[in-house]
């Protein structure tokens, strides 16, 4: 599964060897969304691995960016209570430049990172389905 997201760079940190055959790197992001006039704003740690760990030295602390990424999970029995765990991880695997869509730095408006596209749903979409067949325009989502 591939998921797009689009914030402002808050931290990077250094690249992690946690084996001879494994390494990361961890980086955060801002994340805000404006739902019914209200800004919510998410902090979401992301990681990079293997020679993926690179990509993100291009960026400064402050940038926006957008992220391609996977959700990767993991169970495992932890040994002292013998109880199931869960990882989540999300791995990104593309880092680029946000252009588009950023607020202008003149108008005080609210960051809109991940606003969905038009017609794409969303918060505020409503289907465009009208069951009327007289032709009577219907507002009622059912």
Same mark, same amino acid.
């Given at each position: 599964?591939?998921? #797009? *997201? !689009?914030? %402002?760079?808050?931290?990077?940190?250094? !690249?992690?060897?946690?084996? #001879?055959?494994?390494?990361?790197? =961890?980086? *955060?992001? =801002?994340?805000? =969304? #404006?739902?019914?006039?209200?800004?919510?704003?998410?902090?979401?740690?992301?990681?990079? @691995?293997?020679?993926?760990?690179?990509?993100?030295?291009?960026?400064?602390?402050?940038?926006?960016?957008? *992220?391609?990424?996977?959700? %990767?999970?993991?169970?495992?029995?932890? %040994?002292?209570?013998?109880? !199931?765990?869960y990882i989540t991880?999300?791995?990104?695997?593309? @880092? =680029?430049?946000?252009?588009?869509?950023?607020?202008?730095?003149?108008?005080?408006?609210?960051?809109?990172?991940?606003?969905?596209?038009?017609?794409?749903?969303?918060?505020?979409?409503?289907?465009?389905?009208?069951?009327?067949?007289?032709?009577?325009?219907?507002?009622?989502?059912?």
């Open positions: 599964m591939s998921l #797009e *997201v !689009t914030g %402002k760079l808050l931290v990077k940190y250094d !690249t992690l060897q946690v084996s #001879e055959k494994f390494k990361k790197r =961890e980086f *955060v992001m =801002e994340l805000a =969304e #404006e739902i019914n006039g209200n800004i919510y704003t998410n902090f979401a740690k992301l990681q990079l @691995v293997q020679n993926k760990c690179e990509i993100i030295d291009r960026f400064n602390t402050g940038d926006l960016i957008k *992220v391609s990424f996977n959700i %990767k999970g993991n169970s495992y029995v932890d %040994k002292r209570d013998g109880q !199931t765990k991880n999300l791995d990104a695997w593309r @880092v =680029e430049a946000a252009t588009a869509g950023a607020p202008a730095a003149s108008a005080p408006q609210a960051p809109a990172y991940n606003a969905p596209a038009p017609n794409q749903g969303g918060y505020n979409s409503a289907p465009a389905y009208n069951s009327s067949s007289a032709g009577t325009v219907d507002d009622l989502p059912f």
